[in-house]
């Protein structure tokens, strides 16, 4: 498991979502494909995300797996504040 702005991911979930991330191509999808990647690779706990990686992430969700769609409402809800 890999904490995404607080929120438990499976690692398969996130190798989807550098996947999707990766296919859009921006510089804020790639940089943060890369540092989800980065922290798969190196097995860390969680991964830090800026705000413009966050929003990008969000865009990624639009119709994600199921075990994507708590992170979804989680950057849904912190983007409303």
Same mark, same amino acid.
Request: proline share 5%; glycine share 2%; aromatic share 2%.
């Given at each position: 498991m890999?904490k @995404?702005?607080?929120?438990?991911?499976?690692?398969?979930d996130?190798?989807? #979502?550098?996947?999707?991330? !990766?296919?859009v191509g921006? $510089?804020d999808?790639a940089?943060?494909?890369?540092a @989800?990647?980065?922290?798969?690779?190196?097995?860390a706990?969680a991964v830090? #995300?800026?705000?413009?990686? !966050?929003d990008?992430?969000? $865009?990624?969700?639009?119709?994600?797996?199921e075990?994507?769609l708590?992170?979804r409402r989680t950057?849904l809800r912190?983007n409303? #504040?």
């Amino acid at each position: 498991m890999l904490k @995404i702005h607080d929120e438990s991911v499976r690692r398969s979930d996130a190798f989807w #979502l550098v996947d999707q991330l !990766r296919s859009v191509g921006r $510089a804020d999808d790639a940089t943060a494909a890369a540092a @989800i990647e980065r922290a798969l690779m190196d097995e860390a706990p969680a991964v830090p #995300l800026a705000e413009r990686e !966050r929003d990008a992430v969000l $865009a990624c969700l639009e119709d994600p797996p199921e075990g994507l769609l708590e992170l979804r409402r989680t950057l849904l809800r912190d983007n409303e #504040l």
